[in-house]
Structures are given as C-alpha cells and as structure tokens.
C-alpha cells in the first residue's frame, strides 16, 4: 500500500480538488447508482470532465434520465446498463462485463455509489431477510461487480477503483443496523483489494465517505429533517473526481472524508 494511505496530504488534496477542463478525457468509467442522488452527480461531473461514463442503475427509465442529461450537455456518449444488483446472478455479470468488453475494451474507473438504506432498528430486533438484502447489494454485490471487472481495469495504464462508504461504516452507531455493517465491509474490501493489487498491477483502490448529503437516502434515513440544511450531491464530488482521475496517482488504500470530522 501506498504511504500516501496515512498520510494527511493526500485527504486534503482530496477535499480541495478542482478538476482542469477535460481532466478524465479518454477515460472510461463505470459509475453504479447513476440513475439518483450521488452517483447522478457524479456520472454528470465526470462526462462534463470528458470520461465516457457507464451508467448503472436498476430502474432504466431514471438512468436514462441521467444519459440525456450527458447527451444534451455535449459530453462523450455514455453506454446504459440497467442492471439490479440485488437479484443479477452470474449470466448478468458475465453479460455486463461482455458488453463493456464489446464497447470499450478496457475499463479506467469504477465508482460504487449504488445503495440502500434498509431499517433503522435495533440488532435484537432487525429483519433478517432486510439484512441479508442490504449485506447483498451494498458489500457483496460490490465485491460480485469488482471480481467480474478486474480484467477489464487491468487493461488500463492508470485504472482507479473507489468504493463509497459512510460515517457509520468508519464508527459503528446504534440503529444503524446491517447498513453500517456493510459499510464496515466494504472498507475492508477496499483495504484488503489495495494491498493485494499494489505492486503488481497499476489499479489503485480507495474508499470516500460523502457524508450527510441531500438525497433520498438521506430523507428515508431522516426525514423531520430540513434538507436545504444539507450539501446537494454536486457539492461532494472532488474526493471522487479526484481519486477517479490523473491527480491522485500512486494514492492506495485511502479512507477519504468529503468533510473533516
Ligand atoms: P440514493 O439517492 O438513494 O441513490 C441510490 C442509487 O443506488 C440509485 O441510483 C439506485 O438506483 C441505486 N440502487 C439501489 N439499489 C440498487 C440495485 N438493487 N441495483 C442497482 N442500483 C441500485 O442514494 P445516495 O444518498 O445518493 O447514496 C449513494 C451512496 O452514498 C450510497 O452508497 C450511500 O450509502 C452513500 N452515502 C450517502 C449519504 C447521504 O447522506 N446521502 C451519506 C453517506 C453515504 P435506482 O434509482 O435505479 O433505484
């Protein structure tokens, strides 16, 4: 791993990061949960950048929404994939990785955003098949999406793999269930994958936290609260942008916060 993973430098370059015009030009990056809240913002950031972004998200007629967005805007065409990340088995992924083999050849980014919220309850009391339907699509789909799509970023001369976490996946807090378990997870995933991919490949693997932002995430999650209080997801993107692109080379292994804590 980097030493740039404990090191205060490269959080605050994180947190600061404008992108220059056409920053992530040529690059190719999938982004899941393209269709609403962050990960929108983020696909929408990255093509006004220059990326060629795949666009993952389960409900089609929302992540077309998002295509139209990019294409009305003049950036690069996006490719569409629809894909439920809850119930897709094997011939899906396959499928998935086939056509991004088939379009582009290579993959430059992959960005987890897509993810759900489940109960907010007490362990003693929480739905089982709740938890292992949160565990699924937050930890081990995103697991199930990095394994099917290493060849694809092992091809890239700079490939970035950013996973999103939370502030209950860094600190465990009541109530917040299988949802921060599985944040627990994927910073684990995000540690382990770095270490083992460092040295021997050119992908770098890091982790970002946006932190209470204003999504329908966060409205389920609290919703007597006044959301104009909260950053829209376009105000939390750099730590993303910047992990994503050319700036953050040789940076592995690092938790970001969007904001300090
Ligand atoms: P959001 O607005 O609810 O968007 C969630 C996205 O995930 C949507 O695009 C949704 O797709 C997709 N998704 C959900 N289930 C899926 C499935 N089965 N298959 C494929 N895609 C699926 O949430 P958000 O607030 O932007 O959250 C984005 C990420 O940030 C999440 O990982 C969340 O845990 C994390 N986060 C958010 C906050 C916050 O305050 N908002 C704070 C910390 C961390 P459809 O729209 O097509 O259903």
Not at 82 to 98: R, V
Not at 136 to 141: P, R
Not at 164 to 186: D, E, I, L, Q
Not at 204 to 231: C, F, H, K
């Amino acid at each position: 791993m980097s030493t740039a993973a404990t090191g205060a430098g490269p959080q605050d370059a994180a947190r600061a990061y404008v992108p220059a015009a056409d920053s992530h030009a040529g690059r190719v990056i999938l982004v899941t949960g393209a269709s609403d809240g962050i990960g929108q913002a983020l696909a929408l950031a990255l093509a006004r950048q220059g990326a060629t972004v795949a666009l993952l998200g389960k409900q089609q007629r929302k992540l077309t929404r998002t295509y139209d967005r990019i294409v009305a805007a003049g950036g690069p065409q996006p490719a569409l994939l629809p894909f439920n990340l809850e119930t897709a088995a094997a011939p899906e992924y396959e499928a998935l990785a086939q056509a991004l083999e088939r379009e582009f050849g290579r993959l430059d980014g992959l960005a987890h955003v897509a993810g759900i919220l489940g109960d907010l309850s007490p362990v003693e009391q929480y739905d089982v098949p709740t938890w292992c339907k949160v565990l699924h699509v937050n930890l081990t789909a995103a697991f199930i999406t990095t394994r099917t799509l290493l060849p694809l970023l092992r091809r890239s001369q700079d490939a970035s793999i950013v996973f999103t976490s939370s502030t209950v996946g860094r600190t465990g807090r009541a109530y917040w269930g299988a949802y921060a378990v599985a944040k627990f997870g994927v910073e684990g995933l995000m540690q382990v994958l770095a270490h083992e991919l460092s040295g021997t490949t050119r992908i770098r693997v890091n982790s970002v936290n946006p932190g209470p932002t204003r999504t329908a995430m966060r409205r389920q999650a609290y919703p007597a609260e006044d959301p104009a209080t909260l950053p829209e997801p376009a105000a939390v993107l750099a730590p993303y942008l910047y992990l994503l692109g050319p700036a953050s080379a040789g940076v592995n292994g690092l938790a970001v916060d969007c904001r300090p804590a």
